[in-house]
């Protein structure tokens, strides 16, 4: 039977946390969701000291595949140990396929989720729409589990459910995290994408251009220019939905 995809885990060489940091998840982020179209990422999750990958492609594809994406780790991370050879499993059905994913979104739950408070280190953000770094999988997944629902990806995020927030204190953090950054000082086009979007939701809650750059630190000249730019509907969504995930995570903090 062909094989319809690849799970792949990879373990580092020595026993420590590959993302011990925000920077790192984010990072880690950025070059996972930058693998090319050719290794047809689904998924994927970094909790600890592995890494887990779901490839929709051939089996010399997904080896090659792993590699990069290790290689990739490796060195923008500045990692000092590599990785262990690969172990690639191949998925042969739907129903495989659908568990493997649920399988490595539950990564967070089942290592816990102290390395990464906000659960971010894997493709589920990108899948409900909490980011926009990894947008091409969205299509990539639906078509290959056109029966997945939000609901069934929901069951493995850390809250009940996702509505936008409207807490601004919390607005550059949400920002730079739905494009997968640190932070919002780059010159970077996304990053002025997120100022951008960021300046037009304080100004929709009612509030001036000078509170809007004055809470993303962005010059009052610059605010003014960033509140015409177009922004994408889905990184406005996104941030909304970042704010929405925090507040409802202080909300269960609080409570518990």
């Known amino acids: 039977m062909t094989a319809i995809a690849w799970h792949v885990t990879s373990h580092l060489v020595q026993d420590r ?13 950025r070059t996972l969701l930058g693998l090319p179209d050719r290794y047809g ?13 779901l490839l929709a492609c051939d089996r010399v594809t997904a080896g090659r595949g792993a590699n990069k994406a290790e290689g990739g780790l490796v060195k923008r991370l500045q990692l000092s140990v590599g990785f262990e050879r690969a172990r690639l499993r191949p998925v042969e059905s739907l129903r495989h396929l659908e568990n493997a ?10 290592h816990g989720s102290a390395g990464d408070p906000l659960g971010e280190c894997n493709t589920l953000w990108d899948l409900l729409g909490l980011r926009v770094t990894g947008h091409r999988c969205i ?5 290959a589990l056109p029966r997945l629902s939000r609901a069934d990806l929901l069951r493995h995020a850390l809250v009940d ?27 970077q086009p996304d990053c002025r994408a997120a100022k ?16 809007a750059g004055s809470l993303l630190r962005v010059p009052l000249r610059s605010a003014h220019r960033l509140k015409r730019t177009p922004v994408p509907a889905p990184l406005l969504k996104a941030i909304r939905l970042q704010l929405g995930l925090r507040e409802a995570i202080g909300a269960q903090s609080s409570a518990a």
């Open 17 to 29: 946390l590959i993302t011990p940091t925000t920077a790192a998840r984010r990072l880690t982020a």
């Open 41 to 53: 990422l689904l998924a994927f999750s970094v909790p600890d000291n592995h890494l887990h990958l």
């Open 101 to 110: 994913l649920h399988y490595i979104h539950r990564q967070g739950e089942h």
């Open 139 to 143: 299509p990539r997944v639906r078509a």
């Open 161 to 187: 459910d996702l509505t936008p927030g409207s807490t601004l204190s919390l607005l550059p953090q949400a920002a730079a995290a739905a494009i997968a950054r640190p932070d919002l000082t780059g010159r």
């Open 196 to 211: 951008a979007a960021a300046i037009q939701i304080v100004l929709q809650q009612g509030l001036s251009t000078s509170f």
